[in-house]
């Protein structure tokens, strides 16, 4: 029975087919590319960035989150942009103005722009991009920002084939009329949505621009690796102030733990680039750290969490209720178990957005206040609820158990529903369902409308998808914030909007928590990295030392 | 044979349909909308709206479904409703890392587990295979996300002998499978002794023994092929299951794989893509389960073909 071993045998097989599958997945992940170098070598000036996963895209019309705005940022340019105090600068425009009824906004665009195809960019790029942001098959995530130009609705319901507000009466200037005069239109303006992007380019890739992206920006895409790495290489037809970066190399994948790891052996040059910064585990080792601290970089966010308390659900519909919760939760207890990264919150409006009330002394802890206010309400016993907080999120859960800890205090029983952030995103959104939940809000522009308005203006109240997630719909708080939106004194329309702000902290809509501090983690040879509450990361300002 | 293959095949389409079919309602039946999630947190409901008739989602589930089941025997998966990208490039992309993790790991376990299972399967009873015991079951016992990241801390980050993670190099693979080289090779070492034991007493071993065959031989010539019958059954399920994707592994290390892939699909409720994932995984599972069979009659020619 013994026989020989030919190559004919099963195991001989069996390896070569084993040896096969490897040799061949190897050439196809190989032909893929090279990806970047795993680790900084010398004084090159690529800069090495990791991001916990993929961008969604690089279309300006279509990227609306903090990791896919700076990379957009380094191929595309726009009519205006902010300075370091955030005030509004002329960028790719010469200079604007603006009509005394303030619903005509007119810019001369600087000679000499070119997209990074070689072509020179021209008053009818940019009717042509705000109009494709309205076009509803662009999907544009930021149409809504739009919707106050002159014609736009009828162009969106398909009735006129061009916005009738969008003008190119030269090469040079670009005209906008509004359908109500907004003072907060040029904020919109310095948001990625409206930088220019050329026709011709989004026709020859209509269905994947995002990811050939063609902008004025300094840097244009040279690979992207999906679910891998990002490659960001100079503009050769870039005419505005030279960077000295010479690529900027975007890891994939990771969460912050490994990010940190690979920071720390020189692998990337900034910690975290996402909201969370150096994460939690790390935070405290770090400050203590006698040379890491100081390459820390700190900058507080316009940015306020929150509990959502639904103002049509019992108990919360009682505005005693409300004022109890306020009262009942440790918010100094909350900043301190996120290691201090946070700003106690006593009003909606963070520290760094105009119209901020510096002397608004909000809801102090005080449980015996809370436990009267309750007895007030009916509820001398307490009550039961359920609060609603995204599961994956270890923020959320810290504060979650705090307060569930701090309204046992009170007598409410409190019960944790851990959803997916796309489960509370629809959920909290809808009307009647949700009566108790975590939730956040980042700014769009630093503008008090963009968080009074679009979360406490009752008009805005939707079935589903509510910005106004509390529900909250007082017609004092209404018309104040009517009256702001259409003036164009910014003096008196900041004044509107505190006093909106005072009746909205009264009725107590939100539990209050807190103003997110941004910490940044960089390598001591990177320099230019300054951050700021509106675009925390200008890769293109930056440059190895 | 050709119709029993055949049959085979059949029934594979029918699992898939099934699993399709599943997967879809399942995936509409989770409270979210899609276009909420690709609009984001701060779009207001008029733009989630007119997005959700975008992307077609205002239709009926039954128009929605027979649309998809359409396309699909086009052979066309979709597009990812967050990234816009082919659902089929998207996979297409993630498999050379999936793969090329699945087979270094299957090298691995085997190159440990196979000489293991032999080894102590001749010491039967022994304390050296009682310690090879403890130890496999401790291996087995392992939190995989756990082993991961202590690996990565201290191969990787520590001693920076492997990569930490991420996939620009062959050595990027080389930590992740040996995680899951751990983990596995415990249970196969397990499988091959059981195997081997048996094989050993057989008849046809002890004439081997008998006619002065050397050990070394009886042992790899003669027994293993009769012993490692029980590991391929497995092996195939496993392979198919590393090919679907290897959450845990792939997302410690930062690998762009398959596993990356559907755990994204997943937390932004991207129903194409998550679909996609699922048919692709029962592909390799169906496809795997018809390939164990063909080698079951392979190896032990005294099987009958499927």
Redesign the interface.
């Known amino acids: 029975m013994c026989s020989t071993r030919t190559s004919k045998e099963p195991g001989s097989r069996t390896f070569f087919l084993w040896a096969g599958l490897w040799v061949a997945c190897f050439l196809g992940w190989g032909c893929a590319g090279d990806g970047p170098a795993p680790r900084l070598s010398g004084d090159d000036q690529t800069l090495r960035l990791a991001i916990p996963s993929d961008i969604n895209s690089l279309d300006p019309a279509e990227a609306y989150d903090v990791v896919s705005w700076p990379l957009v940022r380094t191929m595309f340019h726009g009519l205006v942009d902010y300075d370091d105090h955030l005030d509004l600068i002329p960028w790719q425009s010469e200079s604007w103005s603006i009509s005394e009824d303030g619903r005509v906004l007119t810019f001369t665009l600087r000679p000499g722009i070119r997209f990074s195809n070689g072509r020179f960019v021209t008053a009818e790029d940019y009717v042509y991009t705000l109009t494709r942001i309205l076009d509803p098959a662009t999907r544009s995530p930021g149409q809504w920002l739009f919707r106050n130009i002159e014609g736009a609705g009828v162009f969106q319901d398909g009735k006129a084939d061009r916005v009738k507000g969008l003008s190119a009466p030269d090469a040079r200037t670009f005209r906008i009329e509004l359908i109500q005069p907004d003072l907060t239109f040029l904020h919109v303006l310095a948001m990625p949505f409206a930088y220019p992007v050329p026709k011709e380019e989004v026709a020859k890739h209509p269905q994947d621009f995002f990811a050939h992206p063609v902008g004025t920006g300094p840097f244009v895409l040279e690979k992207w690796q999906r679910g891998t790495y990002l490659r960001f290489e100079p503009n050769p037809s870039f005419t505005g102030a030279d960077t000295k970066l010479r690529s900027i190399d975007v890891r994939v994948g990771g969460d912050e733990t490994l990010h940190m790891m690979m920071f720390e052996r020189g692998e990337i040059d900034i910690a975290s680039i996402t909201a969370t910064g150096i994460p939690a585990p790390d935070f405290v080792r770090v400050m203590k750290d006698p040379v890491l601290s100081r390459q820390v970089e700190s900058q507080p966010l316009n940015a306020t969490y929150y509990l959502s308390l639904n103002t049509e659900m019992p108990p919360f519909d009682d505005v005693r209720v409300r004022r109890a919760l306020n009262h009942a939760i440790d918010r100094e207890r909350i900043v301190r178990l996120i290691s201090d990264r946070g700003i106690v919150a006593k009003g909606v409006l963070p520290p760094g957005m105009p119209g901020f009330k510096t002397d608004r002394t909000g809801y102090a802890y005080d449980p015996p206040k809370a436990r009267a206010l309750l007895a007030e309400a009916g509820f001398p016993t307490g009550f039961e609820t359920e609060l609603q907080m995204v599961a994956q999120n270890d923020t959320e859960s810290k504060i979650a158990q705090v307060v569930q800890q701090d309204l046992e205090k009170i007598g409410i029983k409190t019960g944790l529903k851990p959803v997916t952030g796309a489960t509370r995103i629809e959920t909290l959104g809808r009307r009647r369902t949700v009566p108790f939940g975590t939730f956040a809000w980042y700014q769009d522009y630093p503008d008090p409308s963009n968080f009074l308005d679009v979360l406490f203006n009752g008009e805005r109240i939707t079935e589903v998808n509510s910005n106004n997630v509390a529900f909250y719909d007082n017609p004092q708080v209404n018309a104040l914030l009517r009256q702001a939106a259409h003036s164009t004194d910014m003096t008196a329309r900041l004044e509107l909007y505190r006093q909106a702000e005072d009746l909205i902290v009264d009725d107590a809509p939100w539990v209050f928590l807190y103003h997110p501090k941004m910490y940044i983690l960089r390598q001591p040879w990177l320099k230019g990295l300054k951050l700021n509450p509106v675009w925390p990361f200008r890769f293109e300002r930056m440059w190895i030392e | 044979m050709a119709t029993r293959i055949f049959y085979r095949l059949l029934w594979g389409i029918v699992v898939l349909w099934g699993a399709t079919t599943i997967t879809f309602f399942v995936a509409h039946a ?4 899609p276009a ?16 959700r ?3 077609g989602l205002n239709d009926p589930l039954s128009t929605q479904y027979a649309r998809y089941l359409g396309r699909l025997i086009r052979g066309d998966m979709g ?1 990812s409703l ?4 082919r659902v089929s490039e ?1 996979i297409g ?5 999936t ?2 993790l699945a ?2 790991a ?2 691995l376990w085997m190159a440990l587990s196979v000489p293991i299972g032999a080894f102590t399967a001749l010491h039967r009873g022994r304390p050296l295979d009682r310690g090879v015991l403890v130890v496999a079951t401790i291996a087995i016992s392992l939190p995989v996300f756990w082993l991961a ?1 202590t690996l ?2 201290y191969l ?2 520590k001693s ?1 002998i492997f ?8 050595k990027h693979i080389l930590l992740p499978a040996l995680t899951l080289a751990i983990v596995t090779a415990g249970y196969y070492a397990r499988l091959v002794h059981t195997g081997m034991v048996e094989t050993l007493n057989q008849d ?1 071993i002890r ?2 023994r008998a006619k002065g ?1 050397s050990e070394p031989r009886v042992l790899f ?2 027994a293993l ?1 009769n012993g490692i019958l029980p590991v391929v059954t497995v092996l195939g399920l496993d392979v198919a299951t590393l090919l679907g994707g290897v959450v845990f592994t792939e ?6 794989g398959i596993g ?2 559907a755990l ?1 699909s ?4 991207d129903a194409p893509m998550i679909m996609g994932v699922v048919i692709f995984s029962a592909v390799m599972v169906v496809g795997a389960n018809l390939l164990v069979d063909l080698l079951y009659g ?2 032990d020619p005294r099987i009958p073909h499927p």
């Open positions: 989770v409270p979210s909308d909420r999630v690709y609009a984001g947190a701060n779009a207001d409901a008029e733009t989630v709206a007119r997005i008739k975008e992307m597009v967050v990234t816009g990208e998207a992309t993630r498999l050379p890392t793969l090329a087979v270094t299957v090298v990241r990565q801390y990787g980050y920076g990569p930490v993670a991420g996939m620009t190099s062959w046809y004439v081997a065959v010539k003669h092929r997302n410690v290390f930062a690998l762009p990356t892939l994204q997943v937390f932004t409720l392979w190896i």
